[in-house]
């Protein structure tokens, strides 16, 4: 167990819809960081926030945003979903930045029909 | 550009056996962080190891080793005596500075590792 924890862990909703993956971080770290796990795309940072900012962006798509609250819980909203955003999400987190290894929470699989 | 390229798709090997998956990376920093991360069926993503660019020591953890040389760019992961519970994916991938503070992980596509009994 990570101590990283993401829910739903599963989700089945239908094109066109919008849906909210809920992460918290291991206690005390202060990074969050979304990924994207496809089959055509693989492994793939969608972005980053630290301590409540955003740090980074990486491939992440217009119809999705996320934030970190006070709490340092973090929430990735994916909007107008399409087939292809099927996949399964991983929220990590880490104390800081660069040097520290990240741990993934179990991941969120969403199914879209 | 910044890229980790895992060139073993699968790899199928007999229990007890030894294998090594294979890591290469590209990079413009001088300073960089390699990871490997293991992601067994149950599909959770487990890290394993982190080594820094400045720290060429290869290290052992139990029946696991890992061999980084710079001068190759490669970052090569070692399992001894193989167990069907090393059965998974595992992941290599960077980080590091990318022109500004950020850290996201790149990952290499990983290779499916099938320990038979």
């Known amino acids: 167990d990570s101590g990283v924890t993401q829910t739903p862990k599963h989700l089945i909703t239908a094109t066109g819809q919008r849906v909210t993956l809920r992460c918290s971080p291991r206690s005390g770290d202060l990074s969050v960081y979304w990924y994207q796990q496809s089959l055509d795309q693989g492994l793939q940072f969608l972005i980053q926030?630290?301590?409540?900012?955003?740090?980074a962006k990486g491939n992440i798509l217009e119809r999705f945003s996320a934030q970190q609250f006070p709490d340092l819980h973090s929430e990735l909203n994916l909007s107008s979903l399409e087939l292809g955003d099927s996949a399964l999400y991983f929220c990590?987190?880490?104390?800081?930045?660069?040097?520290?290894?990240?741990?993934f929470g179990p991941g969120t699989r969403l199914t879209v029909t | 550009a910044q890229k980790v390229t895992q060139a073993q798709t699968e790899i199928s090997v007999v229990e007890k056996e030894d294998v090594t998956l294979d890591c290469v990376y590209e990079t413009r920093d001088t300073t960089y962080y390699l990871f490997w991360y293991k992601q067994p069926p149950s599909g959770e993503l487990v890290f394993l190891i982190r080594?820094?660019?400045?720290?060429?020591q290869n290290e052992i953890s139990g029946r696991y080793s890992w061999n980084f040389q710079k001068s190759t760019s490669s970052f090569n992961f070692t399992i001894t005596a193989s167990q069907v519970v090393d059965s998974a994916v595992y992941f290599c991938a960077l980080s590091g500075v990318f022109g500004g503070a950020t850290n996201k992980l790149i990952f290499g596509t990983g290779t499916l590792l099938a320990v038979q009994p």
């Open positions: 926030y630290y301590n409540g900012e955003e740090r």
């Open positions: 080594r820094n660019s400045f720290d060429e």
């Open positions: 990590a987190s880490s104390p800081r930045d660069v040097q520290y290894e990240q741990y």
